[in-house]
């Protein structure tokens, strides 16, 4: 069974960048489709970005668009969110996951890891 690790969070101020890692363990990613989520305080968690199996299809949230890009190394088993020009809304915890299915449809995802906690400050 394939675990998922999330890191790379912290504090940052606006206009700032971070880059999140999802490393897998147990199992290869290689023939899944991968997602960002993220759960701000008080809210329901939400779909970031997603790519597939071989990182030629990507999707984002209208939200991060043109801001946030998923990317995925195969050989290292790890998956990637470059997140710039950051903005408080983007405050969250962020977390990566698996699915075998189309990277347009932000539903059935699974095998969710513990999350890494991103702050952005104005």
């Known amino acids: 069974q394939v675990q998922l690790v999330e890191s790379g969070g912290g504090s940052v101020q606006a206009g700032g960048s971070l880059r999140l890692p999802c490393a897998a363990s147990g199992r290869t990613l290689s023939s899944y489709t991968m997602g960002w989520f993220r759960q701000a305080p008080g809210k329901e968690r939400e779909f970031v970005a997603a790519i597939s199996w071989n990182g030629g299809s990507t999707y984002y949230a209208d939200s991060v668009k043109g801001r946030f890009t998923i990317s995925r190394d195969n050989d290292k088993n790890t998956v990637y969110l470059q997140m710039n020009s950051l903005k408080p809304e983007d405050t969250a915890v962020y977390y990566c996951?698996?699915?075998?299915?189309?990277?347009?449809?932000?539903?059935?995802?699974?095998?969710w890891g513990q999350g890494t906690q991103v702050t952005v400050s104005s």
């Open positions: 996951a698996k699915k075998r299915g189309p990277v347009t449809d932000s539903t059935g995802f699974g095998s």
